[in-house]
């Protein structure tokens, strides 16, 4: 049985696409699927499944909640053992305890293309940098609300869908 979390973009962002995390989590109670939990308001599934590959989940979910809530909604999925993969091999200096609100990670739904991968590098400077590393884009802003490095942005440039998360939501979701 391997733990999976399963991050819903766009659901309860800026008050739009409101959908209670009960009827999120009976959205994911499906044969196959145990153990079912949600944290945060802004989609984040924990569950519990004998399969094996992200892309066969992702396709049980989403045409159900498309369905269901009668909009798009992307679910990006990463196992636990992923998560803390991700959390330790941050690329970016040390995070200190004072700047690890700046810190973001951008789930993307696979490893870009790799004439694709640098083209954030540009948009780089002092108050924020962007850096991927496999389905990851780790991102540093003093700014978020502001940032160049919006997940619609992201999208455009690595052409796939991703879901954004601050640092402190993925500590937390590994310690659940």
Same mark, same amino acid.
Request: net charge positive.
């Given at each position: =049985?391997?733990?999976?979390?399963?991050?819903?973009?766009? &659901?309860? $962002?800026?008050?739009?696409?409101?959908?209670? =995390?009960?009827? $999120?989590?009976?959205?994911?109670?499906?044969?196959? &699927?145990?153990?079912?939990?949600?944290?945060?308001?802004?989609?984040?599934?924990?569950?519990?499944? !004998?399969?094996?590959?992200?892309?066969?989940?992702?396709?049980?979910?989403?045409?159900?909640?498309?369905?269901?809530?009668?909009?798009?909604?992307?679910?990006?999925? /990463?196992?636990?053992?992923?998560?803390?993969?991700? &959390?330790?091999?941050?690329?970016?200096?040390?995070?200190?305890?004072?700047?690890?609100?700046?810190?973001?990670?951008?789930?993307?739904?696979?490893?870009?293309?790799?004439? $694709? /991968?640098?083209?954030?590098? $540009?948009?780089?400077?002092?108050? !924020?940098?962007?850096?991927?590393?496999?389905?990851?884009?780790?991102?540093?802003?003093?700014?978020?609300?502001?940032?160049?490095?919006?997940?619609?942005? &992201? !999208?455009?440039?690595?052409? =796939?869908?991703?879901?954004?998360?601050?640092?402190? =939501?993925?500590?937390?979701?590994?310690?659940?």
């Amino acid at each position: =049985m391997v733990r999976y979390v399963a991050f819903l973009k766009g &659901i309860n $962002v800026s008050g739009r696409q409101l959908v209670t =995390m009960e009827e $999120v989590k009976a959205f994911f109670e499906l044969p196959g &699927i145990s153990n079912v939990s949600t944290y945060g308001q802004g989609g984040n599934v924990l569950f519990d499944s !004998e399969e094996t590959n992200e892309k066969v989940l992702r396709n049980l979910f989403e045409p159900k909640l498309n369905k269901e809530l009668g909009y798009r909604v992307a679910v990006i999925i /990463r196992s636990l053992n992923e998560l803390k993969s991700i &959390i330790k091999n941050n690329p970016f200096d040390t995070i200190k305890p004072e700047t690890r609100s700046r810190y973001y990670v951008t789930l993307l739904e696979d490893i870009p293309a790799f004439d $694709v /991968r640098g083209s954030l590098g $540009v948009y780089s400077n002092d108050a !924020e940098y962007a850096r991927v590393v496999g389905r990851e884009v780790y991102i540093y802003s003093s700014n978020y609300g502001k940032t160049c490095f919006s997940n619609t942005f &992201i !999208e455009k440039k690595l052409h =796939m869908e991703a879901t954004t998360r601050n640092w402190s =939501m993925l500590t937390k979701i590994i310690d659940l």
